[in-house]
């Protein structure tokens, strides 16, 4: 049986499950907006390890402080995906910065325009075909009579040409949206599908990121450490070198007008600092998907993933590695249901298993994402407190930031209450906060294992309920 997959949005995510489609031997389509060399962002980002090794990529061997390895970035090898700078151990500093503690890092800083050029290279080799300069505008569907994600039926897109304002009417067996945080596909599905609605400000980061030159010399009294200074203007700012001449400063805050820019944050950094020179290398500005994510990603014909769907670490925004492991899981079960000649959402309710069962990622980027406006919430006196005291501690630190929800022992518990008594209304905020944080990782593990329309509804409503914060 011939089956047709359509992707809209070449992002990591999009392009490994094209790529493994193709290996399966499907009919795989790309619709990317930009061109090839515009692919991903001019910048390098924290790409988790484990993600990047089960996408294929050769992982680089750590050799003192610099990675080593055929996909590390060098001067004669400027396409390399990594950068050569390795961050093994990470700096978490509190907002005040009394009080630091070292985390291990299981992350690697990436290239995201030589990455995205690898990933679309190989896909290319692997027989998918990608058109560029189109983007996907509403996907097409007929009404089953449903009420609920079985509701609809999708049968295909309407894409736009860039260049020429032509509108095309493209017919799919299967249509994946990895289009980004616009989520123009899903939110075109009625809303009694309950995947349409976009998300809130409040599911945002506003985030500024430079590269910039640095003078060596100076760099030798001006230490720079690579670091987090977290719940800093409710967000975070930071520091990774890139190589011997380049560094990386950047700041992000909750998406609110009443905040400050965090571009003023970072000149504000650098103004401290003069081993980091005026020359701008790369760098810009964009919101950041910190929010839950989707309760369900697909229905009948239709599967969303990546940031369109919300899968970024909550407490840094990074995406790319949940994007390519998603893509890699909905490969597996786009290919068992294209064996069997089926598109329906009861087949496809694979990616949601692996996502919050099987993984226990889904559960812990929900729970760390209510634990995430509670903490920006508290302010910096409060929270470098909790730092200080070790209330917030290298353990539950170093797995948030690694994308890891850690559900407080009630030793801990006990132990938090008796460091914590002389700061009640602090300490009755954090509770609040991992109280309403262990309630959600809880539900999420209880997610439906298969699909169920009466099952799932319920799960849906109390899951609502939970993070309506």
């Known amino acids: 049986m011939s089956f047709r997959v359509i992707v809209c949005g070449a992002g990591p995510g999009g392009v490994v499950l094209a790529r493994e489609l193709a290996k399966a031997g499907l009919e ?18 924290a790409v988790e390890r484990v993600a990047l090794d089960a996408a294929g ?27 050569p700078h390795a961050i093994p151990f990470l700096q978490l500093y509190s907002p005040d910065y009394s009080s630091v503690k070292l985390i291990e ?73 990895s289009s980004g945080f616009n989520a123009a596909l899903r939110c075109s599905l009625p809303g009694y599908t309950g995947m349409a609605r976009p998300f809130r400000d409040s599911d945002f980061g506003f985030v500024t990121r430079e590269v910039r030159r640095r003078d060596r010399e100076k760099a030798l009294t001006d230490i ?3 670091h987090y200074r977290y719940g800093f203007q409710t967000g ?33 950094y650098i103004s401290r600092h003069d081993s980091i020179s005026a020359e701008k290398i790369r760098g810009g500005r964009s919101l950041c998907i910190v929010g839950p994510p989707l309760n369900n990603f697909v229905t009948n014909g239709f599967i969303v993933i990546g940031d369109a769907a919300s899968t970024s670490v909550p407490t840094t925004g990074c995406g790319v590695g949940s994007a390519l492991l998603v893509g890699l899981w909905a490969a597996e079960v786009i290919s068992k249901a294209s064996g069997e000649g089926k598109n329906d959402i009861a087949s496809l309710w694979g990616i949601n298993t692996k996502f919050y069962l099987d993984s226990r990622r889904g559960a812990s980027f929900a729970a760390l994402s209510a634990l995430r406006t509670v903490l ?25 930031v690694n994308g890891i929800f850690t559900i407080p022992a009630l030793m801990k518990k006990a132990t938090t209450l008796f460091k914590g008594f002389h700061k009640p209304a602090t300490l009755l905020q ?3 906060g991992i109280s309403s944080g262990s309630k959600i990782y809880g539900h999420y593990r209880q997610f439906p294992s298969s699909w169920n329309p009466d099952t799932y509804d319920k799960w849906r409503r109390e899951a609502e309920k939970l993070t309506a914060y």
């Not at 996909?71 to 090898?77: I, M, P, Y």
């Not at 190589?243 to 965090?262: K, T, Y």
């Open 376 to 400: 920006q919430d508290l302010g910096h006196e409060k929270l470098s407190f909790l730092f200080r005291s070790d209330i917030m501690d290298k353990k539950t630190l170093e797995d948030a």
């Open 105 to 177: 890092f299981r992350m690697i800083t990436t290239d995201r325009r030589n990455l995205g050029k690898h990933l679309v290279d190989e896909a290319l080799a692997a027989g998918v075909k990608i058109k560029y300069g189109y983007e996907g505008l509403e996907l097409t569907y007929t009404e089953t009579g449903e009420h609920g994600p079985h509701g609809v039926k999708v049968e295909g897109l309407k894409v736009r040409n860039i260049e020429s304002g032509a509108v095309e009417d493209v017919r799919a067996d299967l249509v994946v949206e």
């Open 224 to 226: 720079i450490p690579d």
């Open 430 to 432: 954090l509770n609040r």
């Open 57 to 83: 990529l050769e992982i680089p061997d750590l050799t003192g402080s610099q990675w080593k390895g055929k996909l590390v970035k060098t001067k004669s090898n400027p396409g390399g995906i990594f950068e």
């Open 236 to 268: 975070y700012q930071w520091t990774h070198m890139h190589n011997e001449e380049s560094i990386d400063v950047g700041a992000g805050v909750r998406h609110d007008p009443h905040n400050p820019d965090p571009k003023d944050i970072i000149e504000e």
């Open 28 to 45: 795989v389509l790309i619709y990317e907006k930009d061109d090839y060399n515009g692919l991903g962002h001019d910048w390098s980002d």
